[in-house]
């Protein structure tokens, strides 16, 4: 086993650490494991979707979005444990129209992959992480940021212990595991409102699922499931640190903690390259490495 297991977690924006695997990122650092955000976009186009948020001047200089969202992020990565780097780009915006207007010129989307994935590469040859996570190839959902994050991420992955690529950016070092994270699922979405009505409480979900898509191929994707519930409120702590992004009034907080964790007690991944053994299914992002 190394004798210090590094997690590195890959993400588009900031609050997307927060939203996306922080109760076992929580658990892993709560366990010794260094954990360390490659973030990267400052979220600069990122709207404020939070309805209570209140800032003083942010309506008469909507520019704040960027100074603002970089203190939401040192706040999440207090509460989080984590260190966390900015690879750099600009936020690509969600695009809205049909047709869908061009993407903003220089954002992080419209860079070559094998430019944009430089950063990436040298951080991981600098952290040294035995496991990676990103987004599936939709990115999770198809944000044109968080598709791209996937794409310079499974490329660093397969570049950073290659001797022959980029020597400028660092001694090679090759990552053991790479993961997608596995979000919501219809599976999931159902558990818990069966828990709420199981409490007497309404479900939350059943209206949306009349209007959500799910992969198909979730199920069988999902290969890791890690146990982190004693976690969730730490996770949930850090995503209210995302002041600008997250109403504290909305659904998710309304469902009562206990209830999450009766119903969905994991946070899922699918494990999509290893170089030591494992076996699927796994309960540890970590398993053949310990």
Known sequence: MPDNLRLMHVHAHPDDESSKGAASTARYVAEGVDVHVATCTGGERGSILNPSFDHPGILENPELIVEIRREEMDRARE????????????????????PLPPLPEGCFALVPVEEAAKPLIALMRSFRPHVVTTYDENGGYPHPDHIMCHKISVYAFEKAGDADAYPELGEPWQPQKLYYHRGWSRARAEAIDEALERHGLEPVYRERLKEWTFDPDEDQRLTTRVPCSDYFGVADDALRAHATQIDPD??????????????????????????VETSVPEDDLFAGLR
């Open 79 to 98: 509460i989080l444990g984590i260190k966390q780097d900015w690879l750099g780009f600009v936020d690509s915006g969600w695009p809205e129209g049909d």
């Open 250 to 275: 909305g659904h998710w907080f309304a469902i009562p903690r206990e209830v999450r964790a009766e119903a969905w007690p994991t946070e899922d991944y699918e494990l999509v390259t290893s170089f």
